[in-house]
């Protein structure tokens, strides 16, 4: 079965300095889906960037991208510019087969 | 477009009643999902369905049942409600197996 592993529990930022999460997962699947998604208090699951496995290239959405390494089951989410509105928490998710989501890091972006 | 609706927001239950999850999607999704989502925890998957008719299980499937008679509706069945199924329910939908959207979810207690 998928795992996913944050091991952060909780993070915390400077306002406009950046800031790493990290992922790992474990599968035997080669073609695979991975999501980053953000939770604020309103609880409403949102998603931030998404990384298809058989692209070599990095993701990245504004402010948001991710170092994927495959080979080794690595997906850490980099945020520059931290913002006030970031501070939620944020899961590294693993689509294959079915879905499995991590833990969860909680960020606090510091004014 | 409403996205995901869930219904209802809020409930308790005494053990042992029963209660059915409403979950509807207005954008033509053929996959539709159920989490649910412990104090602290990321999110599991309940079950899952990639088009009416077919379901699957995810996860932690038992004490749930699903059904999917409509593309649009996902309704989540408890049977026999238990104070380990109190948590937050999502319900989402995707196209495929591309970005879910996720409706707001509902706050369960069983007492």
């Known amino acids: 079965a998928q795992t996913v592993t944050q091991s952060q529990p909780e993070m915390s930022v400077q306002e406009a300095e950046t800031v790493t999460l990290s992922c790992t997962y474990d599968?035997?699947?080669?073609?695979?889906?991975l999501f980053w998604y953000k939770q604020p208090p309103s609880r409403q699951m949102i998603l931030v960037i998404r990384?298809?496995?058989?692209?070599?290239q990095n993701a990245t959405e504004n402010r948001f991208s991710v170092n994927f390494q495959k080979a080794a089951k690595s997906f850490s989410l980099k945020i520059s510019d931290s913002q006030l509105g970031d501070t939620a928490m944020y899961f590294c998710?693993?689509?294959?087969?079915?879905?499995?989501f991590g833990a969860g890091t909680r960020l606090t972006v510091k004014p | 477009n409403a996205g995901v609706t869930q219904t209802p927001k809020f409930r308790i239950l005494k053990i042992g009643q029963s209660m059915t999850l409403q979950c509807t999607q207005d954008?033509?999704?053929?996959?539709m999902y159920w989490y649910r989502q412990d104090p602290g925890m990321g999110l599991k998957l309940i079950y899952y369905?990639?088009?009416?008719?077919?379901?699957d299980k995810g996860e932690v499937p038992n004490g749930y049942n699903v059904s999917r008679s409509t593309t649009e509706d996902f309704p989540l069945r408890l049977e026999l409600a238990a104070p380990s199924q109190t948590s937050v329910y999502f319900c989402?939908?995707?196209?495929?197996?591309?970005?879910?959207?996720f409706g707001p979810g509902t706050r369960l207690t069983v007492t």
């Open positions: 369905s990639v088009g009416a008719g077919i379901t």
């Open positions: 998710a693993f689509m294959g087969v079915d879905m499995r």
């Open positions: 989402a939908s995707s196209w495929g197996s591309s970005e879910q959207y």
């Open positions: 599968t035997s699947e080669n073609n695979y889906y």
């Open positions: 954008m033509n999704h053929n996959y």
């Open positions: 990384q298809e496995a058989y692209k070599q």
